[in-house]
């Protein structure tokens, strides 16, 4: 527990400074969902091991291994598969991106394609294929935090959650 606590204050402080760091004008939309477009291999690196192991990985995978069996082996391929993938495709798309200011996928496929309601399909089916993803997120956290001794009942045990 008190490793966490220290990681916890550390990661914390971390955020404070970065936040005073580079400013950017969190009134356009670039600045505030994407960085400024001014994230470096290094960065990116990080945030795309962050965004792999995640609570699915740790907790949904092996559950789904241990209740269905070898069917949850479909994450290994899954990550050989995607990850020359990010490396080979993501590139040229980021740079069709910057180049023309596209800032979601409905605004890449729209100026791709020019048709605005793909790119409303493409949006809204990102939203919602996105929300049990996020769900499962929070469920993790709240294993997570169970398993750091942290639990209580009713209001109590879901305030993880809420504060997230």
Not at 27 to 32: G, M
Not at 41 to 63: C, N
Not at 114 to 132: D, E, K, Q, S
Not at 134 to 163: E, F, K, R
């Amino acid at each position: 527990m008190t490793i966490f606590v220290l990681l916890f204050a550390f990661i914390t402080w971390l955020g404070f400074a970065a936040a005073n760091w580079r400013r950017g004008d969190l009134d356009l939309l670039h600045e505030w969902g994407l960085g400024g477009r001014r994230f470096g291999t290094f960065v990116t690196w990080f945030l795309i091991g962050g965004d792999l192991y995640t609570a699915y990985t740790f907790i949904a995978v092996p559950a789904l291994a241990f209740g269905a069996g070898a069917v949850a082996f479909f994450a290994v391929p899954y990550t050989i598969v995607a990850y020359p993938i990010f490396f080979l495709v993501f590139p040229r798309i980021w740079y069709v991106c910057h180049k023309h200011h596209y800032i979601t996928a409905g605004d890449f496929v729209r100026g791709r394609f020019g048709n605005r309601w793909l790119a409303l399909a493409v949006t809204v089916t990102g939203i919602v294929a996105t929300m049990p993803y996020i769900a499962l997120q929070l469920v993790g956290l709240q294993v997570v935090i169970g398993a750091l001794g942290i639990s209580g009942t009713g209001l109590a045990a879901d305030l993880p959650l809420i504060i997230a």
